[in-house]
């Protein structure tokens, strides 16, 4: 049996095959900008708390909330995860020596999560979502950071989204 190898087509690809089908004859810059929106528009619903059905069944994108289990190292001590982004801003700053580090100590964490649903097409993916993160700690551009400054803003705003059992 022969396997076949799953292909991913970019928005450059698709705008090649299909621009002289595409209704309003543009630049690629210009769709590219339509994409860039209308993927903006759907981070900033499903932060919200909304859950984001895909057509042509696709699957939906949704941020779910489930309990963090905290891991052990040797000698049975917790290890928690280093905010890298907080430590960087501490030691510039001169709040923090640079041997120390800022750690995020939290009892549930969020993720994006992206049920695919039942459209399949052989040899292609249907759909694929990946959140983003941009670089550096300001920028307010990429899906995890939009969505690490919304939990951030207040203790409570994780119980917005549904917890995963």
């Known amino acids: 049996m022969k396997k076949t190898t799953q292909q991913t087509i970019t928005l450059k690809g698709l ?7 595409l209704p ?7 769709y590219h900008d ?4 209308l993927n903006e528009a759907i ?3 499903v ?11 696709l699957g939906y994108i949704t941020v ?5 289990k905290p891991r052990l190292g040797p000698n049975n001590q917790p290890l928690y995860n280093v905010n890298w982004g907080k430590t960087k801003q501490l ?17 549930y964490k969020c993720k994006f999560i992206h049920r695919k649903g039942i459209r399949k097409l052989k040899g292609f993916k249907a759909y694929t979502f990946k959140p983003s993160r941009t670089n550096g700690t300001t920028s307010k551009s990429g899906a995890i950071n939009k969505l690490c400054d919304y939990l951030l ?3 409570i705003n994780y119980l917005r989204f549904p917890l995963k059992k």
């Open 91 to 107: 030691r510039k700053e001169g709040k923090l020596d640079s041997d120390k580090f800022f750690y995020s100590i939290r009892e």
């Open 43 to 45: 981070v900033d619903s």
């Open 47 to 57: 932060i919200e708390g909304n859950t984001e059905k895909l057509s042509h069944s």
């Open 15 to 21: 705008y090649n095959e299909y621009k002289d089908k």
């Open 24 to 30: 309003l004859k543009a630049s690629f810059s210009i």
């Open 153 to 155: 803003e207040n203790s």
């Open 34 to 37: 339509i994409w860039k929106t």
């Open 64 to 68: 779910m909330r489930f309990k963090a």
